[in-house]
């Protein structure tokens, strides 16, 4: 095995859990869940030589691009017919008690942070980054000006920041 490809292993062991489950939380479905987390992958690694340490952690780089590839997948036409024609077990699945999805970033406790977060924090966080709303469908959502979820956001992810560094 090359070592690039060790380090693309080590990658993909270390994140895979926690981008599936975000991913599936926009996508509402395993199998697209699986697709979207292969291409993010590849985005990741044949963009890595973008990756500036100093504007950001590697986690939140490597969160937005899975994040941006489900959304603009639920956005393109594909993603918009698959929604529509989305079967019946799928629908029934999606809140079955055993599925999985919201404890696969557990292991990094941000599940712990975010409950910790004031309610109106809380509630940005989980529409723009668990369900893939943009700023203007959040502000539209919640019927409150764009310039207050994103002042919103910015002080829940502040105060998420935070609570990372004092747990680490």
């Given at each position: 095995?090359?070592?690039?490809?060790?380090?693309?292993?080590?990658?993909?062991?270390?994140?895979s859990p926690v981008l599936f489950g975000i991913i599936k939380k926009i996508v509402k479905q395993d199998k697209l869940a699986e697709d979207i987390l292969q291409?993010?992958?590849?985005?990741?690694?044949?963009?890595?030589?973008?990756?500036?340490?100093?504007?950001?952690?590697?986690?939140?780089?490597?969160?937005?691009?899975?994040?941006?590839?489900?959304?603009?997948?639920?956005?393109?036409?594909?993603?918009?017919?698959?929604?529509?024609?989305?079967?019946?077990?799928?629908?029934?699945?999606?809140?079955?008690?055993?599925?999985?999805?919201?404890?696969?970033?557990?292991?990094?406790?941000?599940?712990?942070?975010?409950?910790?977060?004031?309610?109106?924090?809380?509630?940005?966080?989980?529409?723009?980054?668990?369900?893939?709303?943009?700023?203007?469908?959040?502000?539209?959502?919640?019927?409150?000006?764009?310039?207050?979820?994103?002042?919103?956001?910015?002080?829940?992810?502040?105060?998420?920041?935070?609570?990372?560094?004092?747990?680490?």
């Amino acid at each position: 095995m090359s070592a690039d490809a060790k380090r693309f292993e080590i990658l993909y062991d270390y994140f895979s859990p926690v981008l599936f489950g975000i991913i599936k939380k926009i996508v509402k479905q395993d199998k697209l869940a699986e697709d979207i987390l292969q291409e993010s992958f590849l985005k990741i690694w044949n963009s890595a030589q973008f990756y500036d340490s100093d504007k950001s952690r590697l986690f939140t780089w490597i969160l937005n691009i899975a994040r941006n590839t489900a959304i603009d997948y639920i956005r393109s036409k594909q993603g918009k017919l698959d929604k529509k024609l989305q079967s019946v077990d799928g629908l029934l699945n999606i809140n079955e008690p055993h599925s999985t999805t919201g404890r696969e970033y557990e292991h990094i406790g941000l599940k712990k942070i975010v409950t910790n977060l004031k309610t109106e924090h809380t509630e940005i966080i989980n529409l723009s980054f668990f369900e893939g709303y943009t700023h203007s469908e959040i502000a539209e959502k919640l019927q409150i000006p764009l310039g207050t979820v994103k002042t919103r956001c910015r002080n829940a992810l502040l105060t998420m920041r935070k609570s990372l560094s004092e747990h680490n």
